[in-house]
């Protein structure tokens, strides 16, 4: 099913189909930025797919509220107005480094989830939907 989810043009800019592939494949280690959010990316193996996972990484690493992680989903949606999402850049990645993420981190972890967002699919259904449909036509 996340083979489905992941070809689709928001995971491959974001470069997240290669790291994924490689550690389902036992190629790559399995790593978190911070261990407070292996909850959220355990099941995608530390590569955020989902727009759920993003908007679930604000909360756990940046202190988001649920309803700014939900205007951060839109922003980020939104892409065509690139400005909307520059003032959830900046609280994600201060919130980030508040709460003990290194230098590093915020930067290709928001980039993941920002490219990711605009055609990702919001959360596990969909992609298994059509896992389903696929099946069926045989």
Known sequence: MIEVAIVRPGPIQGDMVHPYLRRRNGEEAVTYPNESIRGVLEKTLGVPLFQEQAMRLAVVAADFTPGEADQ????MGAW???????????????????????????????????????????????????????????
Do not use: E, Y
Request: aromatic share 10%.
């Open 72 to 75: 951060l989903r839109r922003a």
């Open 80 to 138: 065509r107005r690139p400005g909307l999402i520059d003032q959830f850049r900046r609280k994600l990645i201060g919130g980030m480094r508040a709460n003990g993420f290194s230098r590093s981190t915020p930067r290709p972890c928001f980039g993941r989830s920002a490219a990711s967002a605009i055609t990702a699919f919001p959360n596990r259904t969909p992609p298994a939907s059509r896992c389903w449909c696929m099946f069926r036509r045989g």
